[in-house]
C-alpha cells in the first residue's frame, strides 16, 4: 500500500470519528433539551388525567399514595423517553461510523 493510499485511509478513519463525535455531541444537546421538556410537560399531562385530585396540595400534606402514585408515573415516562434518546443517539453514531 503507497503511502499516500495510506494517508488518505488513515484520514477517513478520522473524519469518520470527528462525525460520530459531532453525532454524539448533537444528540446529546437535542436529548438533554427533550428530557428537560418532557420533566416539565408530563407532570402536567397527569394533572390533567386526574381532575379530582391536586397531586401538589397532597403531597405537601403527606399523602404518601399520591407521591408514590404520581412519582412512579412521571418516572416511568421519563425513563421511557431516555431510552428512545439513547437508541437515537446510538443510531446516529452508528450512522457515522458505517455511513
Known amino acids: 500500500m503507497s ?4 494517508s488518505a485511509s488513515l484520514f477517513g478513519a478520522l473524519a469518520g470519528i ?16 427533550l428530557m428537560l421538556l ?5 407532570p402536567r399531562i397527569v394533572n390533567r388525567m386526574t381532575p ?3 397531586e401538589e396540595k397532597e403531597i405537601a400534606r403527606g399523602n404518601r399514595a399520591v407521591a408514590e402514585y404520581f412519582g412512579r408515573v412521571v418516572s416511568a415516562g421519563i425513563i421511557g ?4 434518546v439513547a437508541a437515537a443517539v446510538l443510531g446516529g453514531l452508528l450512522a457515522a461510523l458505517h455511513g
Open 3 to 6: 503511502m499516500e493510499a495510506q
Open 81 to 84: 423517553m431516555s431510552i428512545i
Open 18 to 33: 470527528g462525525w460520530a463525535g459531532a453525532y454524539a455531541l448533537a444528540g446529546a444537546l437535542a436529548g438533554a433539551a
Open 38 to 42: 418532557f420533566s416539565v410537560v408530563l
Open 52 to 54: 379530582n385530585i391536586d
